[in-house]
Nanobody, 118 residues
Framework: QAQFVESGGGLVRPGGDLRLSCAAS????????MSWYRQAPGRERELIAA????????HYEDSVKGRFTISRDDAKSTVYLQMRSLKPEDTAVYYC???????????WGQGTQVTVSS
């Protein structure tokens, strides 16, 4: 069964940076595109970025383009999200899953909370 363990979230002031990590297990990580999602209070979970097996990236959310960078380390079965110039509207629980446009697996990790506030 696919498992995801997200980490790296926290409380940060506007303009600050965070780097999230997602350690995946239970499936052949190297053959899947991987994605980051986020869910803000009162809103549905949304896809924000994907990284393909060849390293090509795609950012779905205009609001994160130029600020967030997704990457992967296949040797560690881990996907990262470097977040810069954080804004209060980035406050959400962040999750990862396999797939490039929709979650491939039904299972989700616990997520990691990112709170951007002064």
């Amino acid at each position: 069964q696919a498992q995801f363990v997200e980490s790296g979230g926290g409380l940060v002031r506007p303009g600050g940076d965070l780097r999230l990590s997602c350690a995946a297990s239970g499936f052949a990580f190297g053959i899947f595109a991987m994605s980051w999602y986020r869910q803000a209070p009162g809103r549905e979970r949304e896809l924000i970025a994907a990284v393909f097996t060849n390293g090509r990236t795609l950012h779905y959310e205009d609001s994160v383009k130029g600020r967030f960078t997704i990457s992967r380390d296949d040797a560690k079965s881990t996907v990262y999200l470097q977040m810069r110039s954080l804004k209060p509207e980035d406050t959400a629980v962040y999750y990862c899953n396999a797939g490039e446009s929709e979650p491939y697996f039904d299972s989700w990790g616990q997520g990691t909370q990112v709170t951007v506030s002064s």
